[in-house]
């Protein structure tokens, strides 16, 4: 269950998805006096289910003023400008639902200057009786802009910090609802609400933080190969933790993710090449690494 607040998202085009949308209204500020942005599209669902209707809330700075504001479209489709050189916090919230936090930190090295595009995924669930979310009070992910790959990306490291909260959250979520505990606290959003819990993205689960895949064949970026073990703790892994370790003869291989098509490994596999350039992707099967014509084989059947 937990699996599905991973975000694994970032594209570089705007379209070719065949949805439309609508640009947030402007900016309530002197967004007219900026001639860089950072364009955002986002997704937001239920599981498998899109959302729409679903609240989005935008703060710049640390002002508790709301700068912007959208719904969702029918296909859960938020799209959005953020004036650079200045640090937002975005709510996501839907009655019935719990609220998330995305926060995005738009300053940036003036030489960098220019407009830039960042596609996320937040996943929403039940915000039930008996459930702790106080985790949520935090950002579920933090973008910011990578000054060695100079594009807007996840600060994995933070991702890291709280994966553990969060997927001790969706546990918790998933006992209450095999033990039918699961009473859905319907009631009408609040501003307090909107400002109290929030976002994905989607993480971004964590963008690094290895899925329960039912498929039977499954995906996984390969980072780091070495003739000897590598510690969890080493500088290699570039903070994160929840590598998987795979031997093959004497050689050691370390992988992050598994993903049910290789097209959502390729995205994750993209989105780290500025950290691991010699990133691949790999398959296994019932644990066993195959080729990947093995595994397209397989997934044809």
Known sequence: MYERFLILLITCLISGRGVSFAYASSFQDDSTKQKHFLDMKGQISYGKKKLDKVFVKIYSDT????????ESDIGGWVAFQL????????KISKAGHVTKIISVDAIMPKLNEGDYYFEFSVDLFENVEGLDVSVLKNPIAKIFFNSFTKKFDYDYNYTVQINNDVKKLYRNYDLLKKQGNLQSVTHKETETEMSADTSKKTIIASPLTVIKSEAKIIFSVGIVTSSEQVPRISPRFKGILNVKEYQEGDTYKYYVGEYPSQAEAEKMKDRISGYFPDASIAAFKDGKKITLEEAMNVSEK
């Open 83 to 90: 004036p650079i050189q200045k640090t937002y916090t975005i």
């Open 63 to 70: 002002s508790s003023i709301v700068v912007q504001k959208m």
